[in-house]
């Protein structure tokens, strides 16, 4: 659910004009080069966009994802609820044979995050939080190189996002260090990453603390049952289908999706 306030803009001409070249894109156009003179000038901009693809979509918002890492810029996209899906399940691979992949760590929350007066402290976000697991985000840009375009066009694109496969509950997750896991990635039984950590913001709870404090200064707040994604710990790898894909963590398990 998205709470209309003051620091959301009025639909644009310009929101509709950014929303019509990424529609044609996901629609089965080809990948563009930028939004041009439709590229939001800020973030409330930004956001804008996205609740307007979502619209057209005729979906919700069933989720974020969301990075806050040390010294670089902070960045959020609303995640379309039909694309989180359960796994193991299947995954179509856009034209070109081609998807991104990443393994996460994400949280359900079991409360709302309304704004207030003060800042949420870390422990009252914990306390919201009503489950924790693995996730493998599917990334696929609506450009053709999305290193090119300015960090607001990405955003306006909701960061390359195409959905969500989820891994079960980890009973016992408030009692491991989330930073620490070993997180382990495979495609076709080949292992593509094992490491230690990874998160781009140190924490997964750093990303997640930051979305809650931030988003009711845009007239937006994390709902319950919303699932919020905290970065990739695996880097961004780029796979052709027709394989199988399984990312996780030692302790935390994994889940699988298969790539057609």
């Known amino acids: 659910m998205l709470r209309a306030a003051q620091g959301i803009p009025p639909m644009t001409d310009t929101t509709q004009q950014a929303a019509d070249i990424l529609m044609t894109v996901r629609g089965g156009g080809p990948q563009v080069a930028g939004l041009g003179a439709a590229a939001p000038r800020d973030e409330a901009g930004a956001f804008a966009i996205q609740r307007e693809v979502l619209r057209r979509l005729g979906t919700r918002v069933g989720g974020w994802k969301c990075a806050a890492p040390p010294g670089k810029p902070t960045s959020a996209a609303m995640l379309d609820a039909t694309f989180l899906r359960p796994g193991p399940t299947r995954w179509p691979v856009p034209a070109g044979g081609r998807i991104g992949i990443e393994t996460e760590i994400a949280f359900r929350l079991g409360r709302s995050l309304p704004g207030r007066g003060t800042p949420y402290a870390l422990e ?20 053709v190189d999305p290193a090119q375009v300015s960090p607001l066009e990405a955003m306006a694109d909701s960061i390359s996002h195409a959905g969500l496969v989820l891994g079960a509950e980890v009973p016992g997750w408030r009692g491991l260090d989330l930073a620490r896991l070993t997180v382990r990635q495979t495609c076709g039984g080949a292992v593509q990453v094992e490491q230690v950590g990874g998160n ?61």
């Not at 693995?134 to 450009?143: G, H, K, L, Q």
């Open 124 to 143: 009252e976000i914990k306390d919201a939080i009503a489950a924790c697991f693995p996730v493998i985000e599917m990334v696929t840009s609506r450009y």
């Open 200 to 260: 781009p913001s140190g924490d997964p709870f750093t990303p997640l603390l930051w979305l809650a404090n931030h988003l009711p200064g845009l007239g937006m707040q994390l709902e319950a049952g919303q699932v919020v994604t905290t970065g990739s710990c695996t880097g961004l790898i780029t796979v052709a289908g027709g394989q199988r894909v399984t990312g996780g963590f030692a302790g935390f398990g994994e889940v699988a999706v298969e790539l057609d």
